[in-house]
């Protein structure tokens, strides 16, 4: 099932010249926008909160993709659908295993945290990071299936850092207050 998604959506790689190069661009280099989107909220606004989601983010990213990703991938080594079988493959990519996609969690999780301090901007951020993984399905070097396993050890990545820093940043700012009263 996984491989027949995967071939719906690769079977229009390599066929028309803007579609690969849109294809590449959102697989490939969107995520530098979302990372520059990310870091000019420290300039913006609410300058402590903004400080605290880029800070969460960074944790949930790392998260996702060093620590989980690697664990899952150590347990269960899928090959990418290039070494697996015949594909439109339109993007060089290393042969280490492919679920669940490290990219997408990496974004997802970013996505997330961006979400639950701004929800527009979350949104956004979602939805550029689902058309990233997609593409990744079309330039030949994820299964769908590893897009969604991607998806969601981001967004539970995400979960786990916000609620952990929030009972931490809790803890600090009553410690600080106790301190400032006496």
Do not use: C
Request: no cysteine; net charge positive.
């Amino acid at each position: 099932m996984d491989f027949y998604l995967f071939q719906q959506i690769n079977q229009f790689a390599d066929k028309w010249v803007w579609l690969d190069n849109l294809g590449i661009f959102m697989a490939e280099y969107s995520g530098y926008f979302l990372m520059l989107i990310l870091l000019s909220f420290l300039f913006l606004g609410n300058k402590k909160k903004h400080r605290i989601m880029v800070v969460e983010a960074f944790f949930a990213a790392i998260l996702a993709r060093m620590v989980i990703t690697s664990i899952i991938r150590f347990i269960y080594p899928r090959p990418r659908p290039f070494i697996a079988h015949q594909v439109n493959l339109i993007l060089e990519h290393s042969a280490e295993g492919s679920f669940p996609s490290g990219h997408t969690a990496f974004f997802f999780a970013i996505s997330a945290i961006v979400y639950f301090f701004n929800k527009k901007a979350g949104i956004s951020f979602f939805i550029i990071s689902f058309l990233m993984g997609i593409a990744r399905v079309f330039v030949g070097i994820h299964y769908l299936g590893d897009i969604l396993a991607g998806i969601f050890v981001g967004v539970f990545s995400a979960w786990l850092i916000n609620k952990y820093l929030k009972k931490v940043i809790n803890k600090f700012s009553q410690k600080t207050t106790n301190e400032i009263k006496e």
